[in-house]
């Protein structure tokens, strides 16, 4: 699932001509209980933040 946005970063990342390879890290979130209200709670978090165009 990661495979796909890090492969697309490290693209980025040489193309822009920098040095070694850029640092990568994951999160993940988990619900325990009702996976909706999880979901939700999640999004309530980050209302904020743009939305990630969806992969190809």
């Known amino acids: 699932m990661t495979a796909p946005s890090f492969d697309a970063a490290k693209r980025a990342w040489q193309n822009a001509g920098r040095q070694g390879t850029p640092k990568l890290v994951v999160l993940t979130y988990f619900a325990l209980g009702d996976t909706e209200t999880g979901q939700a ?6 209302r904020l933040a743009p939305m990630p165009s969806p992969a190809t």
């Open 41 to 46: 709670n999640i999004r309530g978090f980050y």
